[in-house]
């Protein structure tokens, strides 16, 4: 079986300071990592994917992750803030294990970037 | 261009009724998706089909059935609707071979 914790339900941050938005993964096989976003009323759009081959990640709007297998984290950062990246944000984990390839999510971490 | 689209964006029915959403993908994948995001924002794999077959089939009430005439669409059914039902209803896809999903918008199911 897999999981995924997203410590910190609610992060604040100021405009132009670093975001880290924290994931750690459960599984007994090689994952595969994702962050989603999700904006106010707006369906989940991918910010980037772990998929076995670097170990730090780079995806859209200036958002990076790093695999850590020692860690078993996959951490969201973003080296200065912008007020258009308050949203909710996801980590989510899928395995080849089983076929299934549904992802299984966190919880879910709100971003807010305060001016 | 939309990629994964769903239809209605908002649906609002009384308790005993029955509705469906619908779900296209213009994307060519071969594995569709329904997810259910309830008040609290946690997703949860509702049903997954691949090239029209029921992949996954989550502990869903049998109020639910998903159904795919074709593998661009997803459509889901669901009779006798409760009130704990109210949630968002997301469609998503993935290409073959792969794990990524991509989403739609949503559909958000008010049942009163």
């Known amino acids: 079986a897999q999981s995924v914790t997203q410590l910190g339900s609610h992060v604040s941050v100021s405009e132009g300071a670093l975001v880290l938005l924290r994931c750690n993964y459960s599984s007994s096989v090689p994952p595969y990592l994702f962050w989603y976003v999700q904006y106010p009323n707006q369906g989940l759009q991918l910010l980037l994917k772990?998929?076995?081959?670097?170990?730090l990640v780079k995806g859209i709007n200036g958002f990076e992750a790093e695999f850590k297998k020692s860690e078993t984290s996959f951490h969201l950062t973003k080296p200065s803030a912008h007020m258009s990246d308050a949203a909710e944000y996801f980590c989510a984990v899928s395995t080849m294990d089983t076929g299934r390839r549904a992802l299984t999510f966190g919880s879910g971490t709100r971003l807010q970037v305060q001016p | 261009d939309t990629a994964v689209s769903q239809t209605p964006k908002y649906l609002v029915t009384q308790m005993g009724n029955d509705k469906s959403i619908k779900c296209e993908q213009n994307?060519?994948?071969?594995?569709m998706y329904w997810y259910k995001q309830d008040s609290k924002k946690f997703l949860k794999i509702m049903f997954s089909y691949n090239n029209k077959e029921l992949i996954i089939n989550e502990t869903v009430p049998n109020r639910f059935s998903p159904k795919s005439p074709d593998k661009a669409h997803l459509n889901l059914h669901i009779n006798s609707l409760e009130l704990g039902d109210s949630a968002v209803y997301f469609c998503a896809s993935s290409p073959v071979g792969s794990y990524e999903q991509y989403f739609g918008p949503g559909t958000r199911l008010t049942v009163t």
């Open positions: 772990y998929t076995s081959a670097a170990t």
């Open positions: 994307l060519g994948h071969d594995t």
